[in-house]
């Protein structure tokens, strides 16, 4: 009984592909009456949903947000600045905030990042995917 519950149990956790399962959710449309406008609205996968809350490694492409040479917070795409989501080649899904635990200087530069996965279908000014708590590690 105890080895089915194991393989039960190991069969039914999902394993964090990085891009790939952040793309398991659909778009929706939503009118937020507070901001008088519409807005894209994530509806994430149950697999996805195992996820909230738990670090995560991905890789992808830094776009800085401040001024500074250093950054704590940053959007990771999965694709370098020319194609991603704010140049309306990529969507939604493709990218993801992120809070460091210390600032790092690199700019436009390929990264794998670890922090806590946090699912956003809330708050319309904000990504989907947040990543808090985050370290970087350079790969270029």
């Known amino acids: 009984m105890s080895k089915a519950l194991i393989i039960f149990t190991w069969w039914t956790v999902s394993t964090f ?3 790939d399962t952040l793309q398991q959710l659909e778009v929706r449309s939503a009118y937020d009456d507070l901001l ?5 609205v994530p509806v994430f996968s149950d697999e996805l949903k195992q996820f909230d809350g738990k670090e995560v490694t991905i890789e992808g492409y830094t ?6 040479t250093e950054q704590d917070y940053f959007v990771l795409s999965r694709f370098p600045y020319n194609n991603c989501f704010f140049c309306g080649n990529a969507g939604p899904e493709t990218v993801a905030e992120v809070y460091t635990n210390k600032p790092i200087t690199t700019q436009d530069a390929r990264v794998r990042v670890t922090g806590k996965l946090k699912l956003n279908d809330a708050d319309p000014l904000h990504l989907f995917f947040i990543l808090q708590d985050a370290s970087v590690e350079v790969l270029d």
């Open 17 to 19: 592909n990085g891009w």
């Open 36 to 40: 008088g406008e519409t807005f894209d």
């Open 63 to 68: 776009i800085p947000l401040q001024q500074s």
